[in-house]
């Protein structure tokens, strides 16, 4: 008799997920970065105080704690991302909403 994985009711503490950094003049290019899991009242917290976030770095190293890439994964080094890719902070945040509220993207 196949077993079904069940659901656990305690959520990993992190999950991957790979976003599509815009980039000018080129394709896409995939970023794996590792996302924070958050709980529901987490969740509504974070989404309340994205008004007051100094910088779109601020927001995303709350969300997220590492990535693919050869730099650490650091405030300084998310802000160059977000400095040199103009697209790059949306797309990480569009990738980790739809990912955690399981939406599908609009085309």
Known sequence: ??????????????FKATVQIP????????????????TRPEFKDFMESLDRKESDAEVICEI???????????????????????GAARAVLETYFTTVTGAKEKN
Not at 1 to 13: E, G, I
Not at 24 to 38: C, D
Not at 69 to 80: H, I, S
């Open 23 to 38: 980039v000018p003049g080129a394709r896409p290019a995939p970023v794996e970065f590792v996302f924070r899991t958050k």
């Open 1 to 14: 008799k196949n077993q079904m994985a069940k659901l656990s009711l305690t959520a990993a503490p992190t």
């Open 64 to 86: 997220a704690s590492g990535w693919d890439l050869a730099e650490p994964f650091d405030k300084e080094n998310v802000t160059a991302l977000c400095d040199n890719y103009l």
